[in-house]
């Protein structure tokens, strides 16, 4: 069964400072990786995914991920942090079986 | 693209009433998806549909949930006899196509049962 750990439940962090939040699986077979940022009272946005291919993957909002197979990791990075970065952020896994399955979260909170 | 619609945003009830959610999903996506979020916890799964026929259920999902896509446009989730520790956000979401593509999710109903 797949699932994934989110090592960090809460980042703070200063305004313009760069940001790792880590995201680790666990999959027996081939997975599809995604990034999702949830504003208060709002549903989840996609941020960016990990299908095939170039092991780098950009998103949106200036935010990037790398996976890495043999870590079995999909961090998400961000060079220079916003204020309006201030959110929850998750990652997911989904096998070719059909659902997602999500990480418990990291709340990032940006400091001016 | 409308975007996934839910309805209500909000619902309150008292312990042992039923509530009923909607969710219509962006058109011409064929999978629909049932989330449950309690705070500061990642979303759960709960079951979804492949146009009309629901495919998987979570074991998380009592006998009081039951969950319907009739024509395979909108779906339905009602909970029966509701219980405090239903309270949560109940988030929908729809796909096209199977792994490789992105749900996308609506902005939640967010249930308080008293």
């Known amino acids: 069964a797949q699932s994934v750990t989110q090592l960090d439940s809460q980042v703070p962090v200063f305004e313009e400072a760069p940001v790792e939040l880590r995201c680790n699986y666990s999959?027996?077979?081939?997975?599809?990786l995604f990034w999702y940022v949830q504003y208060p009272n709002q549903g989840l946005q996609l941020l960016l995914k990990y299908l095939s291919g170039s092991t780098l993957v950009k998103g949106i909002n200036g935010f990037e991920a790398e996976f890495n197979k043999s870590q079995t990791s999909f961090h998400l990075r961000k060079p220079s942090v916003h204020i309006s970065d201030t959110a929850e952020y998750f990652c997911a896994v989904n096998n070719q079986g059909g659902k997602l399955i999500f990480g418990q979260g990291t709340e990032l909170s940006v400091k001016p | 693209d409308t975007g996934v619609s839910q309805d209500p945003r909000h619902k309150i009830t008292k312990r042992g009433q039923n509530v009923t959610f909607r969710c219509d999903p962006i058109?011409?996506?064929?999978?629909l998806y049932w989330y449950r979020q309690t705070l500061g916890q990642g979303p759960e799964f709960l079951t979804y549909f492949q146009n009309e026929a629901q495919l998987e259920k979570s074991r998380l999902l009592s006998d009081r949930f039951s969950a319907e896509r009739p024509k395979g446009s909108f779906s339905t989730l009602e909970i029966q006899r509701t219980e405090q520790g239903d309270s949560a956000m109940y988030l929908c979401a729809s796909r096209r196509g199977r792994g490789n593509s992105p749900l996308h999710f609506g902005n939640g109903t967010r249930l308080t049962v008293t």
């Open positions: 058109s011409e996506h064929n999978r």
């Open positions: 999959s027996s077979v081939s997975v599809y």
